[in-house]
């Protein structure tokens, strides 16, 4: 137990530098102090595995957390976010997420949520939306992001991309996987779903 609180709190303090040295974080959501572990679910994904491969063309602003994520791979509860009806089976071997900071994360808060999303290469992640405000914070790798009356945008490492409340976007990946913090904010609990054609 000490060794898996010693890995989590590794990941929440390189989080916690990643707010002090850009502001963009920082102007979109308080990071909460102080926060302790307590949840300690565990769920495999198949992206569990992948993220352990993903060691190629790591930016040095960010690879002190993605590393300390892939650390933290077989402690985390991976959700699919989706069921195979929506999605599709092919997608589910691709996607997956986790709750390290959020009401029901990992580490516990009201105040805001902070996701790990992996997205394998080659994958769309179909159009989708939600009630909370959201931030993509790309770690490692890059990533197409479409969204309502916006224009398209390639995101690499420490690029960002702002979703508003139920604005509907969509991820597609090219050659590259990629790995994001996604920061939710205001109504964060409802959950996140397929736009339907
Ligand atoms: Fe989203």
Known sequence: ????????????????????????????????????????????????????NFNSNLNSSTKDLHNAIKDLTYYVNWEPGYGEEDVGKDFLNKYGFFELIGPTGHFQTSEMALYVNYLDQNTHYPLHNHEAEELYFVLSGEAKFESENEEPEILTSTKTRFHKSYQQHAITTSDQQVLSIVIWKNKFENISKIVKK
């Open 1 to 52: 137990m000490i060794e898996t609180n010693k890995i989590f709190n590794r990941a929440y303090l390189e989080i916690g530098k990643l707010w002090e040295k850009y502001e963009v974080l920082s102007n979109f959501a308080k990071l909460p102090k102080d926060l302790e572990l307590v949840n300690f679910n565990t769920n495999k994904l198949p992206v569990t595995e992948k993220l352990l």
